[in-house]
């Protein structure tokens, strides 16, 4: 098998969540940093614009298929499509309920379409606007709160140490790295037991250490 290439930077979840895949599934990789801006080595640069148009982390390349992936869910399907013929992280379609699927999808798009992007505008709004905005903060963290909430019962439903029932999933190779994000936005998170137990419980897993110390580490894609 060809050696696949995550392009990543070395802060923000979504490339931890396509290495989280790649590790459990050991495939071959390496990793690719880029900067934020329009530099030789920005994501907003000529040469990362000619892998992703939208000028955004992650990418993946993969040269055993000849495919360009980018936006996080996308490069996670075609890693689960791809490699994963034994369901390892996804359910089967041949075996799985019509529930069990659904369930699947649903919670995958909880993430990416409601806890991360309300976790993203909190920590935009906790460290980067150009100005102060209390206002616009209050209402991301109340909203990552109502999200908190939500993925509290579900882990009292699931067993804790997954979002699905059944043991760790590709579902929570997207969870784990926004949920994680509430450091950093300076969330509360004291009275969420069961997502703190979660977070202890995926944290100890092998492969999720070993990509919280590498990607930071990694070599920068266009090096000066």
């Not at 659904?102 to 993203?120: A, E, I, Q, R």
Request: hydrophobic share 30%; proline share 7%.
């Amino acid at each position: 098998m060809k050696t696949l290439t995550l392009h990543a930077h070395n802060s923000g979840p979504n490339p931890y969540k396509v290495a989280l895949v790649l590790e459990n599934l050991k495939i071959p990789y390496e990793l690719k940093l880029w900067d934020f801006g329009d530099g030789e080595n920005g994501v907003k640069g000529p040469n990362y614009l000619k892998i992703n148009e939208n000028g955004r982390v992650p990418a993946l390349e993969d040269p055993n298929s000849s495919v360009v992936a980018w936006e996080s869910t996308a490069c996670v399907n075609h890693l689960l499509r791809t490699y994963d013929t034994s369901y390892t992280l996804h359910p089967d379609p041949s075996k799985a309920s019509p529930q069990d699927l659904v369930d699947y999808d649903k919670w995958t798009s909880f993430l990416t379409t409601t806890l991360g992007p309300m976790m993203g505008q909190l920590n935009w709004y906790t460290h980067y606007n150009p100005t102060p905005n209390e206002d616009a903060r209050a209402r991301y963290e109340a909203q990552a709160h109502r999200c908190f909430e939500v993925l509290e019962g579900q882990l009292g439903k699931s067993g804790g140490k997954s979002v699905l029932p059944g043991g760790f999933s590709a579902v929570d190779c997207h969870f784990y790295p926004w949920v994680d994000e509430y450091k950093y936005g300076k969330l509360d998170i004291g009275k969420y037991e069961k997502v703190k137990g979660y977070l202890k419980a995926v944290w100890e897993r092998a492969e999720v250490q070993k990509i919280y110390e590498e990607i930071p580490k990694a070599e920068k894609a266009i090096k000066g």
